[in-house]
């Protein structure tokens, strides 16, 4: 059997000497399984995590929790709605969605809700929106369907390289200037996407330059990122002190606190008391939160579900999927879950220095709710239209 590359839109398989086909299968019920469980175990750490934020803005924990059940239904149903549209209309309508992406980008950081010094999000008529969601999920799909369109010259630099850097680089600077621990996922994750899709391994090493220059000149303009990372760097010291930090380093030390006081088993559901002095632990420090309510096991049953996730999209669906777009639509689309959520469990942990970043399914939110459940769907959808080989005979 042989593949051959589609140079049109149609992202359409050759046959040779056996038939590909989709299976019509039924979607991966592991995959929804796993999402289902992420889903129950956030209302359970969210409803833990929030009382101190409910308080805050006087309202209750129940409330908040039931907003955040019905944004979950929501997510689920964009989720099934989304697993219902062919994976090639999605990529068609990617560099739509990017270049709208970048609309609402510059909007929000002239016009957008400033939450702790950044401004992320947009609020209309009481919704908020965080453009980085989408600009993330339709960069990294439009990447896919530009290196399958580009298969012949795949390691041509001015073909290929130039106008990849170009998509790439525009979409990280505009997502880094107000927020820059998701451009620098962003970037990994093309990274990783650019080499699957084999391209020149030289040219991929002048894009981590390219990155890391970049990096370095949004950290220049930020006095907090660089405390982010100076802290990061000195907060062994810090938290082996005998003294409480309330500046620097105040996040990681109660962080490890929860972790600390969660042991093996952990202190029970609801009885947290880290929630009271971690900064946005039903969003950045959820795992913290679950760590010392659950212990050392429920922490490691969640992440073994995001590790699932991961063998289930790029072992099967992945390996699986109809044509070479769809594994690689697949193996974006898994990466980007799993690498979010392995990200924010290990800020928790003090592996990495805080983020922001959202653990998919699990922290309290909308719009990167959303998104995960549009990828998530896009995943379904490639599942149901397995390869199958049948032999001519």
């Known amino acids: 059997m042989k593949f051959t590359t589609p140079h049109s839109n149609s992202f359409i398989v050759d046959q040779t000497s056996d038939e590909i086909r ?16 992420l889903m129950i175990f956030g209302v359970l750490a969210v409803y833990s995590s929030i009382a101190y934020f409910a308080e805050a803005h006087n309202t209750t924990a129940t409330s908040l929790v ?28 990617s560099k739509l969605a990017l270049l709208l992406s970048w609309l609402f980008l510059v909007i929000v950081s002239l016009y957008g809700t400033e939450v702790f010094g950044a401004r992320r999000s947009l609020s209309v008529a009481g919704f908020s929106f965080q453009p980085s969601s989408l600009a993330t999920v339709a960069l990294l799909i439009y990447l896919c369907a530009f290196m399958i369109r580009k298969r012949d010259v795949i390691t041509d630099f001015k073909k290929t390289f130039i106008p990849a ?14 927020d820059f621990s998701s451009a620098a996922v962003l970037l990994v994750l093309c990274f990783i996407m650019m080499f699957i899709g084999r391209m020149s391994v030289v040219q991929l090493g002048s894009l981590v330059v390219v990155g890391i220059i970049g990096g370095l000149f949004l950290l220049s303009q930020s006095l907090e990122r660089q405390s982010r990372i100076s802290n990061y760097f000195d907060q062994v010291i810090k938290i082996e002190s005998s003294e409480f930090v309330l500046g620097a380093g105040y996040q990681a030390q109660q962080a490890h606190i929860a972790l600390a006081k969660g042991g093996i088993f952990g202190v029970g559901i609801g009885k947290s008391t880290q929630r009271d002095f971690l900064p946005a632990p039903y969003n950045d420090f959820i795992f913290a939160i679950i760590a010392e309510e659950y212990g050392l096991v429920g922490a ?25 777009l769809g594994t690689l639509i697949a193996m974006a689309c898994t990466l980007t879950l799993v690498m979010y959520g392995l990200v924010n469990a290990a800020v928790a942990c003090g592996l990495f220095p805080v983020t922001g970043l959202p653990m998919p399914f699990i922290s309290y939110g909308g719009t990167s709710m959303l998104f995960s459940a549009g990828m998530v769907g896009i995943l379904l959808n490639i599942s149901k239209q397995k390869r199958q080989e049948v032999d001519h005979e």
């Open 66 to 93: 039931l907003g955040h059940v019905v944004k979950l239904a929501i997510a689920f149903s964009v989720m099934i709605i989304v697993s219902k549209i062919d994976y090639h209309v999605v990529a068609r309508l």
């Open 165 to 178: 850097m170009f998509w790439i680089g525009t979409t990280a600077f505009l997502i880094g200037i107000e």
């Open 22 to 37: 989709g299976s019509g299968s039924a979607s991966d019920r592991v995959l929804l399984a796993s999402v289902v469980m």
């Open 300 to 324: 490691g049953i969640l992440l073994f579900i995001f590790v699932l996730i991961l063998i289930r999209g790029v072992v099967f669906i992945a390996r699986q999927a109809l044509d070479e």
